[in-house]
């Protein structure tokens, strides 16, 4: 079965350092892979999109950056975070051309920029 | 563009029926979605529609399609504590991305 694992659960990180969060999915070949942000008491923002290795789409000019070096691993990145980077981060995937399927949710990474 | 609004907030009495709205701006969407977030976890999947339908229901669940006005609903019979979550509403497009756009989400509340 098709498993989504994204560490770590939660993070606390001062203003300026780097950050590296990691998804994994099990269970599938070349899914399309996505990293949203949910920040405090607003919906999901897509940052970034992968349909394949080293594939990378950027939705949002940021401060952030993704990396897929794996077809099962898509990384999300700062050099220097800044507060407002704080928020709710979920990876996700699906399969392409199957869209009714929709996407399957990892359990998300809470990340605190002190 | 593309762009999908929700309502902030419900909240409903136990036993009542919820109903959670949407509208979304892109008529080229082909699917459309609801899925629902419990505190502190990812999002879980709860239904999808196909854009050339006008309903579909599922257990407790029916959500209606008004292409015409570009409005999404969900409405959920029997509403139980448990479902007290936030529930979003999703559109995809064509083509190989697979790209979702969300609604902001609806808070809904169900008071005992």
């Known amino acids: 079965s098709q498993t989504i694992h994204q560490w770590p659960a939660t993070l606390v990180q001062p203003v300026g350092s780097p950050l590296s969060l990691e998804c994994t999915v099990e269970?599938?070949?070349?899914?399309?892979l996505y990293w949203y942000r949910q920040a405090a008491g607003r919906g999901l923002q897509l940052l970034f999109y992968?349909?394949?290795?080293?594939?990378i789409s950027s939705e949002v000019p940021q401060n952030l950056s993704a990396s897929r070096p794996q077809d099962r691993q898509f990384i999300l990145s700062s050099k220097k975070l800044l507060l407002s980077d704080s928020g709710f981060y979920l990876c996700?995937?699906?399969?392409?051309?199957?869209?009714?399927?929709?996407?399957?949710f990892g359990s998300g990474t809470r990340l605190t920029v002190v | 563009g593309e762009d999908v609004e929700q309502s902030l907030f419900l909240s409903v009495r136990e036993g009542d029926s919820s109903v959670i709205n949407c509208t979304y701006t892109d008529s080229s969407s082909t699917y459309l979605y609801w899925y629902k977030q419990e505190p502190g976890a990812g999002l879980q999947l709860l239904t999808y529609i196909f854009s050339n339908m006008d309903m579909k229901q599922d257990q407790r669940l029916t959500v209606l399609l008004n292409k015409k006005d570009k409005h999404l609903s969900l409405r959920i019979a029997d509403t139980q504590t448990g479902d007290s979550a936030i529930y979003f509403c999703?559109?995809?497009?064509?083509?190989?991305?697979?790209?979702?756009?969300f609604g902001q989400g609806t808070t809904l509340q169900v008071k005992p």
């Open positions: 996700a995937w699906s399969v392409p051309g199957t869209a009714n399927y929709g996407y399957t």
């Open positions: 269970g599938t070949s070349n899914p399309n």
């Open positions: 999703a559109e995809s497009f064509s083509g190989n991305t697979g790209k979702l756009i």
């Open positions: 992968s349909v394949g290795i080293g594939q």
